[in-house]
């Protein structure tokens, strides 16, 4: 079983900044696509920024400018730094994951999500 497990989260006063990580561990064959998405209180959940193996990104319009999204192939890991927070960046952020898991009846398609970490803005 393939898992995502997210870090990084906390306080932080609007103009101020955090990093995210999100390791993704287990019987993994490949890893695809990896993103990050979030979800304020009350809303849907929404895309933040995605980025493809070979490192082509997509943002959403609210954060381009502000967050990067990057990621460690030989690690399986994925990285959201986030510059010059809001207070409507407060949202619990999820760490997304596509690819290949090894089964014992061979390797299939997968997509997993994290558990989540808190980020609380200031104002």
């Known amino acids: 079983q393939v898992q995502l497990v997210e870090s990084g989260g906390g306080l932080v006063q609007a103009g101020g900044h955090l990093r995210l990580s999100c390791v993704a561990s287990?019987?993994?064959?490949?890893?695809?696509?990896m993103g990050w998405h979030r979800q304020a209180p009350g809303k849907q959940r929404e895309l933040v920024a995605i980025?493809?193996?070979?490192?082509?990104?997509k943002y959403a319009d609210s954060v381009k400018d502000r967050f990067s999204i990057s990621r460690d192939n030989a690690n399986n890991a994925v990285y959201l730094q986030m510059r010059n927070l809001k207070p409507e960046d407060k949202a619990v952020y999820y760490c997304?994951?596509?690819?290949?898991?090894?089964?014992?009846?061979?390797?299939?398609?997968?997509?997993?999500w994290g558990q989540g970490t808190l980020v609380t803005v200031a104002s």
């Open positions: 980025i493809d193996y070979r490192g082509s990104t």
């Open positions: 287990g019987r993994i064959f490949s890893i695809d696509g």
């Open positions: 997304n994951a596509t690819g290949g898991e090894i089964t014992d009846q061979g390797n299939k398609y997968i997509e997993v």
